[in-house]
């Protein structure tokens, strides 16, 4: 196994411990457990930064040079880094440490599955020719972005719901310890805003990208029309709070839907016919 | 239009009911789109499944859906609404931009926070001054008045936040408006040019008959290369295109590299090789005369004896799994012969033992005294061209651009409006600050906090 590949299996273990103290964190309330997975989790960061920039430059070493960003190996390894990139600036930002519970744990998923699946090959290929272009990079950032801080949304989700479980004049501690809702409701918000428009800035670099290498800049390719769908479902969304005030569960359960339409934009895609079968 | 109706059309188009309502029938018939095979006769293993429902989704135009009527008039209905949902919104946000409140209203200073008032025991027109000083180094809009018992302040900046809302959806609607002109009066087509040869005239999409182009254009080369392990690295077609017998444009095509001509983008689409190719046979006479010699498929030559003549019939890459083999026939005075000659024929011999006297077709040798060797196949390639002309490409582009314009507006901007108060309480100079925002009260909370901060050096 290369260097690379070996860090970046670790990195799956650290974001797991990380996970599992923000769990803790979220159940006793132990502010000591909170701030350990806090700094696991910026341990497993710089540990994937490393090996995401060892990777790039392994690539150079075996003469096909490109950025770790062109299969599905790379792809998920992407994703979990701009998770948990994204969620550290939120918790930093926003200083609770309850999230973390929420938003780790998709990190991990996606770095378990690339680390462990049969199916998802390590190893590093060089670029096939439609994927030769200066677009990948632009496209890839912009899109993977817009899926964490989809991620994230979807978290919030969660946990609103699970707030709103919360019954009788005094609830259990771990009710208690879970942000107001008024929060978690402008959290979801302002993430579904971030992701918005990392995701429509990643159709539009898809397009131009689309336009230079397949002849049209939209091709209705099943991958295209479900980053659309998941794109309408994200615009009635923030249409029906700017228009009509939604807020509260009904956005909860809605960041949830949009995400189930990310993860097929993402993974199911695949099983359909089309022309981006190389992720 | 009578008035009443021209209300209920209003009323209608401009719901937000509508436009979730749309935007959920669109989301789930493209979901249906990306099931429903939607290529070039992608119905056809449909209609052997069940012709019955073939012939219902056939007349609903499930196999062209995203170019279909019904899935035209919703995006059509779409644009409707978005038009009329603006034109029903727009005069209110014009109002908001153009119209400076008036600074001594009294509703913003109503339940203010505590940490929004600050008492100062210097001079009231002092103040009144300062607060003057630092509004207009900070807003570009600013009302005063003054009143006997308090002097009031208006200011405000990002009025222009109201219109980001309208950017978006207009960009929306040039983006649309340029997918319909691309659609009306650009074009796709494929062809395929197999090397060496030239063509003016190519297959329009989805069926829609041929078009001949007013140049020509001839590929003069396609060419593979592989990496080490095998993965495709390049596909490259050396194209020529030419006018009145004259080569205008020469050049390589690559996967994301398209050539443009004429108006008219060609790209590398795919490729793939035509039947036949050359063969590079090697005649043995007795053991040591030996001639090699290139051929292309019904290709025919005389051996010493002139009245001996070879012909080849068939150039298969792979015969029956066993490789590249020719097979050629032999007309000599005793009659015809045929027989294949694989490349590999050592390999197949060693596998099945016994095989000339089996399959005596198989034998190369089998015309006395001759031998005949296959060295190598080179197959003949075609290049797989797709062309495009869509004059809505700039339309679309540019309409791209301004949604993100737009959305950067509307999310990360807001109209902040500010009203300060300042008059006297118990012998004090007393600052009020109240303020309003269409949006982002977290930022309009800095903005006060802000103002305050400065309000506060002052005394």
């Known amino acids: 196994?290369?260097?690379?590949?070996?860090?970046?299996?670790?990195?799956?273990?650290?974001?797991?411990?990380?996970?599992?103290?923000?769990?803790?964190?979220?159940?006793?309330?132990?502010?000591?457990?909170?701030?350990?997975?806090?700094?696991?989790?910026?341990?497993?960061?710089?540990?994937?930064?490393?090996?995401?920039?060892?990777?790039?430059?392994?690539?150079?070493?075996?003469?096909?040079?490109?950025?770790?960003?062109?299969?599905?190996y790379e792809s998920l390894i992407f994703f979990s880094w701009t998770t948990v990139l994204l969620y550290l600036i939120i918790e930093w930002r926003v200083k609770t440490k309850n999230l973390g519970a929420f938003v780790v744990p998709f990190a991990f998923f996606s770095m378990a599955f690339a680390s462990f699946s049969p199916n998802v090959n390590a190893r590093i290929q060089p670029l096939i020719p439609a994927l030769q272009s200066n677009w990948l990079i632009s496209h890839v950032i912009t899109c993977f972005f817009g899926y964490a801080a989809l991620t994230i949304a979807?978290?919030?989700?969660?946990?609103?719901?699970?707030?709103?479980?919360?019954?009788?004049?005094?609830?259990?501690?771990?009710?208690?310890?879970?942000?107001?809702?008024?929060?978690?409701?402008?959290?979801?918000?302002?993430?579904?805003?971030?992701?918005?428009?990392?995701?429509?800035?990643?159709?539009?670099?898809?397009?131009?990208?689309?336009?230079?290498?397949w002849g049209s800049y939209w091709s209705w390719d099943p991958k295209e029309t479900w980053s659309l769908i998941t794109w309408l479902i994200y615009a009635a969304m923030l249409h029906s709070r700017f228009v009509r005030g939604w807020r509260g569960k009904r956005m909860a359960i809605m960041s949830i839907i949009g995400f189930a339409s990310v993860l097929f934009t993402y993974f199911g895609v695949n099983y359909l016919p089309g022309l981006h079968s190389y992720f | 239009m009578p008035l009443k109706m021209k209300k209920i059309f209003f009323s209608f188009f401009s719901s937000l009911k509508l436009t979730i309502t749309l935007l959920i029938i669109i989301a789930v018939a493209s979901i249906l789109g990306t099931i429903i095979p939607q290529q070039y006769g992608g119905g056809e293993s449909f209609r052997h499944l069940s012709p019955g429902l073939f012939k219902v989704f056939n007349s609903l135009q499930l196999f062209d859906m995203y170019h279909s009527v019904w899935f035209i008039i919703l995006m059509g209905l779409l644009s409707l609404n978005l038009i009329v949902c603006s034109l029903d919104r727009f005069p209110a946000s014009w109002k908001l931009f153009t119209a400076i409140p008036s600074p001594d209203r009294s509703k913003p200073f109503e339940n203010l926070p505590p940490e929004s008032v600050i008492l100062t025991e210097k001079d009231r027109n002092e103040v009144i001054e300062s607060v003057a000083n630092i509004l207009t180094k900070r807003y570009k809009k600013i009302r005063r008045k003054d009143a006997d018992s308090a002097t009031f302040f208006y200011g405000e900046r990002g009025s222009y936040s109201n219109f980001g809302v309208y950017i978006i959806h207009l960009s929306s609607l040039i983006v649309i408006s340029g997918a319909i002109i691309g659609s009306l009066l650009g074009f796709q087509a494929f062809v395929n040019i197999p090397e060496g040869e030239s063509t003016n005239t190519v297959h329009l999409a989805r069926q829609k008959g041929v078009k001949k182009l007013d140049f020509t254009v001839r590929c003069d080369k396609f060419s593979i290369s592989f990496y080490d392990n095998g993965m495709p690295k390049e596909y490259r077609s050396n194209l020529s295109f030419i006018k009145d017998n004259n080569v205008i444009l020469e050049g390589p095509l690559l996967v994301n590299h398209p050539i443009t001509f004429n108006g008219i983008r060609f790209y590398?689409?795919?490729?793939?090789?035509?039947?036949?190719?050359?063969?590079?046979?090697?005649?043995?006479?007795?053991?040591?005369?030996?001639?090699?010699?290139?051929?292309?498929?019904?290709?025919?030559?005389?051996?010493?004896?002139?009245?001996?003549?070879?012909?080849?019939?068939?150039?298969?890459?792979?015969?029956?799994?066993?490789?590249?083999?020719?097979?050629?026939?032999?007309?000599?005075?005793?009659?015809?012969?045929?027989?294949?000659?694989?490349?590999?024929?050592?390999?197949?011999?060693?596998?099945?033992?016994?095989?000339f006297k089996k399959v005596p077709k198989f034998n190369p040798g089998r015309f006395k005294p001759y031998y005949f060797k296959l060295d190598r196949i080179e197959s003949n390639y075609y290049t797989g061209l797709q062309l495009s002309h869509d004059p809505g490409v700039v339309i679309v582009a540019i309409g791209s651009i301004f949604i993100i314009l737009g959305l950067f507006i509307t999310f990360f901007s807001s109209h902040k409006r500010l009203w300060v108060r300042v008059d006297e309480q118990d012998g004090k100079t007393k600052i009020s600050v109240g303020a309003r925002s269409n949006k982002d009260p977290v930022g309009l909370k800095r903005e006060v906090e802000h103002l305050l901060s400065y309000f506060s050096s002052i005394g």
């Open chain 1, 1 to 72: 196994m290369i260097i690379n590949t070996v860090i970046l299996s670790w990195v799956t273990f650290i974001y797991f411990g990380s996970a599992v103290f923000y769990i803790f964190k979220m159940v006793t309330g132990k502010e000591f457990c909170g701030s350990l997975a806090s700094i696991i989790a910026f341990i497993g960061l710089i540990a994937q930064t490393a090996g995401l920039i060892l990777r790039w430059f392994e690539s150079y070493k075996m003469g096909i040079g490109h950025a770790p960003l062109s299969n599905l």
């Open chain 1, 154 to 213: 979807c978290g919030l989700g969660f946990m609103y719901l699970l707030k709103g479980l919360e019954k009788g004049e005094s609830p259990r501690l771990f009710f208690r310890l879970l942000p107001d809702r008024e929060i978690v409701d402008e959290l979801t918000y302002h993430s579904v805003v971030i992701g918005f428009i990392f995701l429509t800035l990643g159709i539009i670099t898809g397009s131009v990208w689309a336009y230079s290498a």
């Open chain 2, 268 to 355: 590398q689409a795919s490729y793939g090789s035509t039947p036949g190719g050359k063969a590079y046979i090697t005649v043995i006479r007795e053991n040591k005369e030996e001639n090699t010699l290139k051929v292309k498929q019904r290709d025919s030559f005389y051996l010493k004896e002139k009245n001996t003549k070879v012909k080849i019939l068939r150039i298969e890459k792979n015969l029956m799994s066993m490789g590249p083999a020719v097979l050629i026939n032999i007309q000599s005075p005793e009659g015809n012969m045929q027989f294949w000659v694989f490349k590999h024929i050592d390999k197949i011999r060693e596998r099945i033992p016994g095989l």
